[in-house]
């Protein structure tokens, strides 16, 4: 049974930093394109960062450039988000998520997702 669980959410204050980890399990998570979404309430489900399967190429939405990176640990089937600089709008619940095995190339589109986490919660407040 294929299954990611996210960890590593939780209270920061604005200009802290957060490290999520997403472990997956009944499957190897290098053979998939792979990302992180988030959700404030009241809002879409949005792309944040994607990393693909072939050559690990990365992407990232304009709103967590230069803050946050996306890695893989392929050793421990586990899939990273750092965050930093983090700001009261980056509050939300985190996922991270797999494309079905076929596509090898990473999107930013929710939809294009087929395996979720259960989700993770960021809060950013002082």
């Known amino acids: 049974q294929l299954q990611l669980v996210e960890s590593g959410g939780g209270l920061v204050q604005p200009g802290g930093s957060l490290r999520l980890s997403c472990a997956a399990s009944g499957f190897t998570l290098a053979d998939y394109a792979i990302g992180w979404f988030r959700q404030a309430p009241g809002k879409e489900r949005e792309g944040i960062s994607c990393?693909?399967?072939?050559?690990?190429?990365?992407d990232y939405a304009d709103s967590v450039k230069g803050r946050f990176t996306i890695s893989r640990d392929n050793a421990k089937n586990t899939l990273y988000l750092q965050m930093t600089s983090l700001k009261p709008e980056d509050t939300a619940v985190y996922y991270c998520?797999?494309?079905?095995?076929?596509?090898?190339?990473?999107?930013?589109?929710?939809?294009?997702?087929?395996?979720w986490g259960q989700g993770t919660q960021v809060t950013v407040s002082s």
């Open positions: 998520a797999a494309r079905p095995r076929i596509f090898g190339l990473c999107v930013m589109s929710a939809p294009q997702y087929r395996y």
């Open positions: 990393i693909s399967r072939n050559d690990g190429s990365t």
